[in-house]
Structure formats: structure tokens, C-alpha cells
């Protein structure tokens, strides 16, 4: 089975630039999440898709940033400006449902802003 | 006061060492994860505990819902288990979301 498939693994952009990221989910996982993990810090979590529907996004700093996931399986989250706190690894994972307690992990984009 | 903590920050073994690292939590849980990121690399998911304990091969995790504390075990470690291990609750609520500790970076030197 194949995992939740991030890319890219690195970008590096300077600040005021725009920068996306990529995610596809475990086949069949209805639920998917975009977490900002800051070096030295667990993550934190910016945004919850059912399906193509939004379920959380208290902590999406919304002037900024946006996500989208407009057919229900794979998703893009967007920076625009980027400012130097952005700097972090933004991890994408994936549930079967809301209704699940365990989620898997993608490898993560580290996004490195100067 | 987060509602996460996990003891210690950091950890420097030699191998064969028996590892502890603790955490304890101050909000009622549903399930408590303990997940493994190696540097450069994603999250993986060790154990999902609501009680007890588990074993999986050189890894033990224990709960105990009483004292809002688990504790997750190595034994005999190896430098391959080098890495930050991360404990997470779900604390229940409509949607399942996770709360992250802040993470104990564990090296194990040979």
C-alpha cells in the first residue's frame, strides 16, 4: 500500500515570495491534515479536510495562507507572502475517516524562507 | 501550561542502554500515540494506547489513565534507534484531532 506522498521534500524561497505544497493521501482516506512543525517543536495543526470539506482550520493563519482540496483525494497548501517564522517542516497526513483515531504520516516538505 | 509534556528534551545513551521517556498530560484522553521522526524524514506511528501496555519488539509503552502519564521503553537500545519520539493525544471532540508534545530527541551513541 503505498503512503501519503508529499512533494517537494525541500524549497527554499525568500521572504515575500509564494511557495505551494503537495499532498496525496492513502487511497480511500477521507480525512486529511496539514501540520507546521517549527525545529524543536511538535507539529501543530493548520488545517482538517473531510472529503473536500473543511472540518478545522482555527489555526491557518488565513492572510497567508490557504489550502484546498477540491476533488476529495489530493490537496495544496499555500503561502502567500511567506515570512521568515514559516520556516518549518509542513507535514500532510491522512485517515480513513473522522471517526479514526490513527493517522499516517507523509515525509513532510521543509520549507526553508531567507 | 501545555497540555503535553514530555520529559526529557533530550537524551544521550549508550547503546545497550535501557531508555525511558516519560509524558504526562492534564486533559482526559481518548487514546494517546507514541510516534518516531528520524531526522529529514516523516512521522511513524509506534503505538496507539488507551490502557495498559504494549510491546513491540524492543519498544514498551505503558498508560495509566489515573496519573494521566505514559511512559515509552527501550530496551537494549542501538543508534538506529536515534530520533524523535513524540507523544500525541487525542482528547476527544467530534473530529479525532491530535495534540503533540514537543518531543524528546533521543541519541544513541555506539
Known amino acids: 500500500e503505498a503512503g501519503v506522498a508529499q512533494s517537494p521534500r525541500y524549497k527554499i524561497i525568500e521572504k515575500r515570495q509564494s511557495v505551494a505544497f503537495w499532498c496525496n493521501p492513502i487511497?480511500?482516506?477521507?480525512?486529511l491534515y496539514w501540520y507546521q512543525q517549527i525545529l524543536g517543536q511538535g507539529p501543530k495543526l493548520l488545517i482538517q479536510f473531510q472529503n473536500n470539506g473543511v472540518v478545522d482550520d482555527s489555526q491557518l493563519p488565513k492572510d497567508r495562507f490557504s489550502a484546498e482540496r477540491l476533488k476529495g483525494v489530493d490537496s495544496t497548501l499555500k503561502i502567500q507572502p511567506a515570512k521568515l517564522e514559516d520556516s518549518a517542516v509542513y507535514l500532510c497526513a491522512s485517515s480513513l475517516g473522522l471517526n479514526t483515531y490513527e493517522q499516517y504520516f507523509g515525509p513532510g516538505t521543509r520549507l526553508t524562507v531567507t | 501550561k501545555n497540555e503535553v509534556e514530555q520529559s526529557p528534551q533530550n537524551l544521550t545513551a549508550q547503546e545497550g542502554e535501557f531508555i525511558t521517556i516519560n509524558c504526562s498530560y492534564s486533559?482526559?484522553?481518548?487514546?494517546l500515540h507514541w510516534l518516531q521522526q528520524h531526522p529529514g524524514g516523516g512521522i511513524v506511528s509506534l503505538f496507539m494506547?488507551?490502557?495498559g501496555k504494549k510491546k513491540h519488539g524492543r519498544l514498551i509503552a505503558t498508560i495509566n489513565i489515573q496519573e494521566k502519564h505514559s511512559s515509552l521503553h527501550i530496551t537494549a537500545s542501538h543508534p538506529r534507534d536515534s530520533a524523535v519520539y513524540i507523544c500525541a493525544l487525542n482528547s476527544g471532540g467530534s473530529n479525532y484531532k491530535l495534540t503533540f508534545g514537543k518531543g524528546t530527541l533521543l541519541t544513541v551513541n555506539p
Open positions: 486533559v482526559g484522553i481518548s487514546a
Open positions: 487511497s480511500g482516506h477521507a480525512t
Open positions: 494506547l488507551s490502557s
